[in-house]
């Protein structure tokens, strides 16, 4: 199972960001997808995560900001990221599940800076 993550960057205090990730290759059906970040010196955090019938849960951090969805037919999860702070600055790493694995992406890089 691969996992493509993509659209991290450089953006201003303020600004958006959508990240994708496609997963492929997986003889499973994905159930539920999420996507989780780590900051340098500190440990993997969940961001937010969908199940296949797009139940969502998101870290207090990220509420109201942040919006993960999903394209089933698309294996591909997205996590729009609206009204970013510096503290949003992380690796973001997409995750996958289906009934036998738990698979991760490479990680996209987002940084939150003036």
């Known amino acids: 199972v691969q996992l493509q993550a993509s659209g991290g960057g450089l953006v201003q205090p303020g600004g958006s960001l959508r990240l994708s990730c496609v997963v492929s290759?997986?003889?499973?059906?994905?159930?539920?997808m999420g996507w989780y970040r780590q900051a340098p010196g500190k440990e993997r955090e969940l961001v937010a995560t969908?199940?296949?019938?797009?139940?969502?849960r998101y870290a207090d951090s990220v509420k109201g900001r942040f919006t993960i969805s999903r394209d089933n037919a698309k294996d591909t999860v997205y996590l729009q990221m609206n009204s970013l702070k510096p503290e949003d600055t992380a690796v973001y790493y997409c995750?996958?599940?289906?009934?036998?694995?738990?698979?991760w992406g490479q990680g996209t890089l987002v940084t939150v800076s003036s």
């Open positions: 969908i199940t296949l019938d797009s139940r969502t």
């Open positions: 995750n996958a599940n289906n009934r036998f694995n738990s698979d």
């Open positions: 290759g997986s003889r499973w059906r994905i159930d539920s």
